[in-house]
């Protein structure tokens, strides 16, 4: 009896252990002169952007990614959706969009939302990518995840896009 009453309080302790570190996490990063903040899912990590370029933040989850960046465009191009269609289309292999540009909101501003499926090195891949403009800058926030598995994490990124806020 009380090998089996030590086994349940180890396992006990281990779940508690473990879910601590699937918290949700308050996370700010600053976009040109706002403040960006957001909630990160649990069991979501932190990753290093390994120097590229514009990346403010970047999280992962098995195969599934979550990242803000600055694009190398400016909010001065004519047609945002065009510019950032023409963009994906010229940085993204086999790109093949799965709707047509639809229109969205980021922390409450006007964004441009894409959905497509691409190919990083072997891998097939899914990407939802809004694009919005911040302080004269566009912004990116993307999630992507194998082409297979993209609808597993979905709910995490609706999650973290419900709580994205902006402030001065």
Request: proline letters at 2%.
């Amino acid at each position: 009896m009380k090998r089996i009453s030590f086994c349940l309080i180890l396992l006990v302790i281990g779940l508690l252990l473990i879910s601590c570190g699937q918290k949700e996490k308050e996370v700010s990063v600053t976009a040109g002169n706002t403040e960006v903040t957001m909630t990160i899912p649990g069991g979501w990590a932190e990753r290093d952007a390994m120097g590229t370029e514009g990346v403010l933040l970047y999280y992962r989850k098995d195969r599934s990614s979550v990242m803000l960046r600055k694009e190398p465009y400016t909010d001065a191009e004519a047609d945002l959706g065009t510019t950032a269609q023409e963009y994906i289309d010229d940085n993204y292999n086999t790109v093949q969009f799965l709707e047509d540009m639809a229109e969205a909101t980021v922390g409450g501003k006007e964004a441009k939302k894409f959905l497509f499926n691409c190919k990083v090195g072997t891998f097939q891949m899914t990407y939802q990518y809004l694009v919005f403009k911040l302080d004269g800058e566009v912004y990116a926030l993307t999630y992507s995840s194998l082409k297979d598995t993209y609808a597993e994490h979905l709910p995490d990124f609706e999650a973290l896009l419900a709580t994205v806020q902006f402030s001065r």
